[in-house]
């Protein structure tokens, strides 16, 4: 998630001195076709130049694996990128983005 692909998160970014986060989004591929349903305003346009990494999983795995993928994910991202914050920390400014998105 960032600014130009997640309108309304900036603040949350900016407070956090990032950029963006990883986020392990969800969307459904029909026929070759990738579909973004998260609400009617989604579009895969505005995500798929910064698709990070693709894997497929079954409607069964979106809640616990999905969640704990998107979180080691993270944990070797904060590694990786040097960031200078927590797990905890990229978690709660995530959360905070996820809860801005709803109010939209």
């Given at each position: 998630?960032?600014?130009?692909?997640?309108?309304?998160?900036?603040?949350?970014?900016?407070?956090?001195?990032?950029?963006?986060?990883?986020?392990?989004?969800?969307?459904?591929?029909?026929?070759?076709?990738?579909?973004?349903?998260?609400?009617?305003?989604?579009?895969?346009?505005?995500?798929?130049?910064?698709?990070?990494?693709?894997?497929?999983?079954?409607?069964?795995?979106?809640?616990?694996?999905?969640?704990?993928?998107?979180?080691?994910?993270?944990?070797?991202?904060?590694?990786?990128?040097?960031?200078?914050?927590?797990?905890?920390?990229?978690?709660?400014?995530?959360?905070?983005c996820?809860?801005?998105l709803?109010?939209?």
């Amino acid at each position: 998630m960032k600014l130009e692909n997640t309108p309304g998160i900036g603040n949350y970014l900016k407070e956090a001195k990032l950029t963006y986060i990883p986020e392990a989004h969800c969307y459904l591929v029909d026929h070759g076709i990738n579909l973004d349903l998260t609400n009617k305003n989604s579009t895969i346009t505005r995500i798929e130049d910064d698709i990070i990494e693709e894997i497929s999983i079954a409607s069964h795995e979106v809640s616990e694996f999905k969640v704990n993928y998107h979180k080691d994910y993270l944990m070797q991202w904060i590694i990786k990128e040097r960031i200078p914050l927590s797990f905890d920390q990229i978690w709660s400014t995530r959360e905070l983005c996820i809860a801005s998105l709803a109010d939209n």
